[in-house]
């Protein structure tokens, strides 16, 4: 590795000031001196990116193309410093210009250009390519506003847009030599070729140019950058007098409108399918570029195109690129004039397949109607995919009708996207041991019956270098005092962390830096929310997306139960507890955004009471997002994974809590299973229905809250609350809908999400974490415990599993030469 020379860094940081803005240290604002420290960094590892790049193309390497809507990478700048190993002199040389890291990292807006877990998967798995020197590009888009920001008025969520490119990205180039063409609508003729051979033209159709932008990512301490590609739109050319002429004046205006709209922002539904028109553009446009691309990059170091996928392979991130499959069949036949059988046998080869979801609502079906207009050589293409399928199942099932109709890809005048990634993809994968049990079991259960080979496990996983080197540099720095640094990236070694569990010397010390990460989050909260948390109190922390099925409404309920308890006794034994909040809701999300009122206004009245003496405190984190999530999940004690069992396909906050010492109260749910079976059931708190018994309840429909509300005197007077103005001011309307979801369930099922049927449960286990607690050392224990068994959980574990069983790619080693 190139070391960091700090005297060339603080004169290239000033070089920068000066060439950008015309200023000297002393005169630039804080935002300036980031972008000068970005530029000098990027300096730094552009070599690296080269000398990355030659050496793929000299050794022909085979390359991963991880296709996805969603980056949700965060901040770059921190993160390339650690991995540089560059800390210390980058923090000197900084400190020496009289400034401080940690203000100029807080310039930097975060790039989340995703949603939630998918999209920061997407992000972990680039840190470990590059980290593990595998060749990879990530491919997305390059939205205007990615998620919007998170403002609370009045304990309602408002949303404002995330304008992250307002003082531009340093990081990025731009490569408008790379730009393709991607055409819209229109219709297929057929013409004939040089050759007189019948050719599929699209006419008639709109276009627009596809610029790529290049982010790199860097690897820790081994000179690999790999790339994020992200794609922008521009109009093909500018308005010129031939369309006036033309009288194409009117098609002119609208390719402009359709370039400055598709990249215009990120869908901000999460599992939820809103089946927009602009959606499926995105789909296809950073698709039908990505391919394009990949396919050109090929066929400039090869001649035979049938041999692409010995070369290249798509990682489809969900079903959102699933036009993948149809996108490389057209550019095979059309363009390179491959026969249907040979553009099959090449694409089945090249495109793998990843589930991250079971809810219903999240599976994307497109309109007949809508997919063939905006797509119709696409279209085509799938028409003849389904065709073909079709008589694959009868084949398979000559004796079974049914089969058709709950596999064939197009069905009920809907494009199944499912179906098609399944039907064309070597591999289908879901994101930890349960959700793909449930995968090959129930949702996917023909599917899996007629093509076992094709399913497999990959579990997630999330990078120990952001969020604890980076995120938790106290923790990292005593590990590493320790053990030494190999965790750094080989996560398997924090096991021999496991021999400190029952030193108290230890203990004290690895509480004592627990203790001033919550120090650190309180700050926080007292600057960011004006409230004053005491940090000795328990810290139980929630933050994901909000979502009926993670059921913060059971957390806020327990909230509220416990608070009538200690009101009705407040001598009670009672450990102080600090509920943490961090959620965004779907801007038409309506139950959503009501369960993020309610717990403000649970907050409002609990923290404002003076007679429980702050025994009970609320927080809701304003824009949770990747940079302020690296400091919650240092602080927190308690990991709120409590989902409805078998709906939460995996989670990755889990594995953060975990990682930073925090004990997971959860359900049997997604990876919390496989974290119970690390850290083992007496350093977790594990509660509610398990997953078979939701599943048999969905089916039997035997589930009545009523009988529970009938019964349980506590929860009715919980719920009561809802809608006699306790928490509204008298407004007895407020959180009706919540209640009557719970109760009624306004044509679908009561607490479809079974909110009611865990709580005594839930409450039950929450008991025990207070007792826990109480043990200081015994908790210290299993604290460290967690940290010392979330070895599994590294997404480089993750990413070898992928790299060995899926895409077939081998590691490349980077030297820089000056
Ligand atoms: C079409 C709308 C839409 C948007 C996003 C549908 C589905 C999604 C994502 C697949 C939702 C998502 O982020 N799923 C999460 O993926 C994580 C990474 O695998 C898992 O850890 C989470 O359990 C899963 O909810």
Known sequence: MKELNKVEFKKEVEDYLKVLFRKSINEADDQQKFQAVAYAVKDFIVDQWMATHRTYEEQDVKTVYYLSMEFLTGRALGNIIINLKGNQAIKDAIEELGMDLDVIEDQEPDAALGNGGLGRLAACFLDSLSTLGYPAYGCGIRYKYGMFKQVIENGYQLEKPDDWLKYGNPFEIKRPEYAVEVKFGGYVAI??????????????????RAIPYDLPIVGYNNNVVNTLR????????????????????????????????????????DNHMAGKELRLKQQYFFVSASIQRAVMKYMEKHDDIRKI?????????DTHPTVTVAELMRILMDEYNLSWDEAWDVTTKSCAYTNHTIMSEALEKWPLELFSRLLPRIYQIIEEINRRFVLQIQAAYPDDNSKVEKMAIIYDGQVKMAHLAIAAGFSVNGVAKLHTEILKHQELKDFYEMMPEKFNNKTNGITQRRFLLHGNPLLAQWITDKIGDDWITNLKHINELSVYADDELSQKEFMNIKYKNKVRLAKYIKEHNGIEVDPRSIFDVQVKRLHEYKRQLLNILHVMYLYNKLKQNPGMDFYPRTFIFGAKASAGYMRAKSIIKLINSVGDVINNDASINGKIKVVFIENYRVSNAEIIFAAADVSEQISTASKEASGTGNMKFMLNGALTLGTMDGANVEIVDEVGEENAFIFGLSSDEVIAYEHNGQYNPRDIYNSDADIRAVLTQLVDGTYSQGNFEEFRDIYNSLLDGQGGRPDMYFILKDFRSYAEAQERVEAAYKDEKKWARSAMLNTAKSGKFSSDRTIEEYAKEIWHLDKVKVEVTD
């Open 191 to 208: 013409r004939k070729d040089e050759c007189g051979r019948d050719k599929f033209v699209q006419e008639n159709y709109q276009s627009v």
């Open 230 to 269: 992200i794609w922008d739109a521009e109009p093909i050319d500018t308005f010129n007098l031939d369309s006036f002429d033309k009288g194409d004046y009117q098609k002119a205006v609208e390719q402009e409108n359709l370039a400055r709209t598709i990249c215009e922002v990120l869908y901000p539904n």
């Open 309 to 317: 996928h010995e070369k290249v392979v798509f990682q489809l991130n």
